[in-house]
């Protein structure tokens, strides 16, 4: 049975920093796909940051050289280091992970945390 749950959520002032992470159980042992989303209510979810199972990782041009998405394979952890935090980054944020990946794509289901929130005041 796959599990996220996310930690690290909070409030901060405009150009803070927060570490949001992302503990994992039943995904494969190793590198795995997985991804940081964020959601405000009444939009769209959208992804922000994602690794791939080889290893490389991408962010959306949103938050381009502010946030950061690495992972502790011996953890089997999965974190997003959020710098210089502006108000439009306050959402409720989830990581993800596919059943499949395949060449960077995800497939099958999706698997989802339960959330953490964080909020960006100036």
């Known amino acids: 049975q796959v599990q996220l749950v996310e930690s690290g959520g909070g409030s901060v002032q405009v150009g803070g920093s927060l570490r949001l992470s992302c503990a994992t159980s039943?995904?494969?042992?190793?590198?795995?796909?997985a991804g940081w989303f964020r959601q405000i209510p009444g939009k769209v979810r959208e992804r922000v940051a994602r690794?791939?199972?080889?290893?490389?990782?991408s962010v959306e041009n949103s938050v381009k050289g502010r946030f950061t998405i690495s992972e502790d394979n011996a953890k089997n952890t999965l974190y997003l280091q959020m710098n210089s935090l502006k108000p439009e980054d306050t959402a409720m944020y989830y990581c993800?992970?596919?059943?499949?990946?395949?060449?960077?794509?995800?497939?099958?289901?999706?698997?989802w945390g339960q959330g953490t929130q964080v909020t960006v005041s100036s």
């Open positions: 993800a992970a596919p059943q499949i990946c395949s060449g960077g794509s995800w497939r099958g289901i999706t698997y």
């Open positions: 039943g995904l494969p042992a190793g590198r795995y796909c």
């Open positions: 690794i791939d199972n080889d290893g490389s990782t």
